[in-house]
């Protein structure tokens, strides 16, 4: 309705501005006067166009708080505002052709305008809706794959500190016997402390290497931690992380913006 309607407004601008009743007389068209070609028929065709040019966008663009559309409905209106109230001016001259349907083209046009936000069967965008994002795997994974490596938090975990069920443990060590205790609870009893206060291990991933510092706040860094690689959190330090690397060594994340959450 609204392209319709500007598609006949724009032709109503190179008909007969008025009507002389006389054949012998040329009489002017809103082209004539660029006041009204441009000021007033084709600030309604603009409109139009902001109107399907926002209505095609699945989000719809703002210009000072405003979306386009917003402009087109206000354009549609001062259009049909000023024709209207031309033909009630006119006095003696009779209106020609070019203002009498101009006046119904911007009046069609103004009233699909307004109509088009309040009525729900004119309010669905032109363009279709966005599709969905394919869903990203984990930060170091490989899409419809399971993840590999230390400590992908999607898989079974073990307890903190214990070993997967069925699986040999990592980094040189000597599969577990029924009956035997567990060496690296030997090795690392703090490791197996329960954390403090309501703080939930988890396991996450840093966007970029960064160290990792001793417990005991000396300034060298123990280890690095890289991307692509799942670490597990077990404490909450101040606005830092205690972390575990992969061959069970814990030391204080101080950095930890940006990092991913298994």
Not at 72 to 98: E, P
Request: hydrophobic share 40%.
């Amino acid at each position: 309705m609204v392209i319709g309607a500007a598609v006949v407004l724009f032709i109503a601008s190179f008909l007969d501005y008025f009507d002389y009743g006389s054949t012998s007389v040329d009489a002017p068209n809103s082209w004539d006067s660029l006041g009204n070609a441009i000021g007033v028929y084709m600030v309604g065709v603009i409109g139009a166009a902001l109107i399907v040019l926002s209505r095609s966008q699945p989000q719809p663009r703002k210009v000072v708080g405003l979306d386009l559309a917003q402009f087109g409905v206000a354009a549609t209106v001062f259009t049909a505002w000023s024709l209207f109230w031309t033909i009630i001016d006119l006095g003696q001259i009779d209106a020609g052709a070019g203002l009498i349907l101009g006046l119904i083209s911007s009046l069609a046009l103004a009233a699909g305008a307004v109509a088009s936000p309040l009525l729900p069967a004119l309010k669905a965008p032109l363009a279709g809706a966005p599709k969905p994002q394919a869903v990203q795997p984990p930060y170091g994974g490989q899409p419809g794959q399971p993840g590999q490596g230390y400590g992908y938090p999607g898989a079974q975990q073990p307890p903190y500190g214990g070993q997967p069920q069925g699986q040999a443990p990592a980094f040189g060590g000597q599969p577990q016997q029924p009956g035997q205790p567990d060496p690296q609870q030997a090795q690392a009893p703090a490791q197996q402390a329960a954390p403090a206060g309501d703080f939930t291990p988890f396991w996450f991933a840093v966007p970029v290497a960064r160290p990792l510092y001793g417990e005991d706040g000396s300034p060298a860094p123990i280890a690095e931690l890289a991307p692509g690689t799942w670490y597990l959190a077990v404490e909450q330090r101040g606005p830092g992380l205690i972390a575990q690397t992969q061959d069970g060594r814990r030391g204080v994340l101080q950095d930890t913006t940006g990092i991913q959450r298994g």
